[in-house]
């Protein structure tokens, strides 16, 4: 399994991401000596980099079924692992319910001192999630009702995402509004790519 840094955000924290069709990204974020992982994929170099930013104090999953090793890294760690936290007391960080469902509750981490928008799932930024040459799209089995309410006011510069390398900079707000606006409107180009979607990522897996 190949493995690399992306999202380099300096003392703030870091995220890596698998080399696969699903690119599952994973995420280290820094405050006060204090690091917390999110749904977290176990690399060893990755939990030495988080040591060298501050003690680990949790695991956060934010979608439920966003098993990865979460569990396996937070008893490693000798940490909580939090499972779609609906608060974070004593953190920097808001806590947004983005869907909660039967089969898929998810939910979103704000932090605003950084403007740092964390989404799981319900937003990405791989070739599954976008439908043409936008930077993000919306999960294809959210674009008929996509959560805009849930993500309504944030103005992050950096949005990280569960799958693919995050947005930065000036533009990100804009890039998610666009997305949120418009995903009903890429479904149909979604749909169309989902077979040639497949095949490459067999061809991948080989």
């Not at 939090?82 to 319910?97: I, K, M, Q």
């Not at 959560?147 to 103005?155: D, H, Q, S």
Request: proline share 7%; net charge neutral.
């Amino acid at each position: 399994m190949s493995i690399r840094f992306c999202d380099d955000r300096g003392p703030h924290g870091f995220s890596w991401v698998v080399d696969e069709p699903a690119t599952r990204t994973s995420h280290a974020l820094a405050a006060d000596g204090r690091v917390w992982l999110v749904d977290p994929v176990r690399h060893e170099p990755a939990l030495e980099r988080a040591h060298g930013l501050g003690q680990p104090v949790a695991v956060l999953q934010l979608l439920d079924r966003h098993n990865r090793d979460c569990a396996a890294v937070a008893e490693e760690l000798g940490v909580p692992h939090l499972v779609t936290p609906d608060a974070l007391p004593g953190t920097p960080f808001e806590t947004r319910t983005l869907r909660d469902a039967a089969r898929w509750r998810e939910t979103a981490l704000w932090w605003g001192a950084e403007r740092t928008l964390v989404v799981a799932e319900a937003l990405g930024t791989n070739r599954f999630f976008r439908s043409g040459r936008d930077a993000i799209g919306v999960h294809l089995l959210l674009r008929l009702r996509p959560p805009r309410e849930a993500l309504e006011g944030f103005e992050p510069e950096h949005l990280l995402v569960g799958h693919g390398e995050g947005l930065h900079g000036a533009d990100t707000p804009d890039a998610m509004r666009t997305a949120l606006a418009h995903s009903r409107t890429g479904l149909a180009r979604i749909v169309a790519r989902i077979p040639a979607l497949v095949l490459d990522a067999r061809r991948r897996r080989r």
